[in-house]
């Protein structure tokens, strides 16, 4: 069964950057679909961006050229770069991973990581 972490969550100001981390554990890595969602006070949980194995990521267009999805299957480790960050992408920010026959939403979740946009 796989089991995901995430870290790298803190406060920073408008136009900073973070880079979130996301260990996964089990020998599947390698097929597994890799997503960071977003939950915001009061909203609903989002998609950010996802990757699959060798192939392009995507992303919610609020996040397009700001940040970048990236993965490395020898590490099974997935992370998201954010930079230009602004006040309203403060939020809870959770890893998701999923073999590709589970649907969209499903799979293991880690416990969320805090992103605060203040000044």
């Known amino acids: 069964q796989v089991q995901v972490v995430e870290s790298g969550g803190g406060l920073v100001q408008p136009g900073g950057s973070l880079r979130l981390s996301c260990a996964a554990s089990?020998?599947?890595?390698?097929?597994?679909?890799m997503a960071w969602y977003r939950q915001a006070p009061g909203k609903q949980r989002e998609l950010v961006a996802d990757i699959v194995n060798g192939g392009s990521p995507n992303y919610a267009d609020s996040v397009k050229g700001r940040f970048t999805i990236s993965r490395d299957n020898a590490k099974n480790m997935v992370y998201l770069q954010m930079n230009s960050l602004k006040p309203e992408d403060t939020a809870v920010y959770y890893c998701?991973?999923?073999?590709?026959?589970?649907?969209?939403?499903?799979?293991?979740w880690g416990q969320g990581t805090q992103v605060t946009v203040s000044s």
């Open positions: 998701n991973a999923r073999p590709e026959y589970v649907t969209r939403g499903g799979g293991a």
């Open positions: 089990g020998s599947i890595f390698k097929i597994l679909i």
